[in-house]
């Protein structure tokens, strides 16, 4: 379920992570070829493409496995940017559309560029009331979470790793923040963000919390 291509020679960055639409990414860069990325889509206000690693390393080392890929990822918009010093950058990105890779390249200096397309954005959807245990979990853990950093008085120094607008009546929203925070193997979460159902995705994500523990 897509939509007409979205972006060409869109730069990838292959991460061990999966990133949902609505996530918060800090990444710390030091390699050339990203270093060059971040501060030219900084330049254009554009965004970049995160997708996660299926083999090979974030890191480039001699000897290592070639890089591969999902081919459904997530377009970054950069919303913080710091170069405390020469080669290093620190950023906040946020996740935005998901798109599926159609066709790739992979410049000379180590870059991976594509043409991708739009997957079809959630459909907002009110989460049922079998599943509110979800959303009043995640707004507990959110507001403990914000209490313990005023206590610390670091308001504007420590984030959170969920982003507002908080959404908590929205089933992908919550599935997605859940996604990122309970612990699982990566192509547990890649599937979960690939899913075009965002009421199964927190179904999904329901059970996930009652095996662990964290909702009854």
């Known amino acids: 379920m897509t939509t007409q291509p979205l972006l060409h020679s869109l730069p990838l960055f ?7 639409p609505g996530g918060v990414l800090p990444l710390r860069i030091f390699e050339v070829r990203y270093l060059d990325m971040i501060g030219k889509c900084r330049k254009a206000d554009a965004p970049f493409g995160v997708v996660s690693l299926t083999s090979g390393s974030e890191v480039r080392k001699a000897g290592a496995d070639a890089e591969s890929f999902a081919a459904i990822g997530t377009l970054a918009v950069i919303r913080e940017f710091d170069a405390p010093q020469s080669g290093l950058l620190q950023i906040e990105c946020v996740g935005t559309q998901r798109f599926r890779v159609r066709n790739t390249e992979l410049q000379k200096h180590g870059l991976w560029v594509a043409e991708v397309e739009a997957v079809i954005e959630d459909v907002a959807l009110e989460i049922p009331d079998d599943l509110q245990h979800t959303a009043t979990a995640l707004r507990r853990l ?16 420590v984030r959170l790793p969920i ?11 919550v599935a997605n923040r859940w996604c990122e925070l309970v612990p699982m193997q990566l192509e547990l979460r890649q599937r979960l963000m690939e899913l075009d159902s965002p009421l199964m995705r927190l179904e999904l994500v329901s059970d996930l919390l009652a095996r662990t523990g964290i909702t009854e």
């Open 163 to 173: 982003g507002e607008p908080y959404q908590f009546n929205d089933c992908g929203w």
């Open 14 to 20: 292959p991460l061990g992570t999966v990133l949902f």
């Open 142 to 157: 959110v507001d403990t979470l914000e209490e313990r950093r005023q206590a610390q008085g670091a308001e504007k120094t």
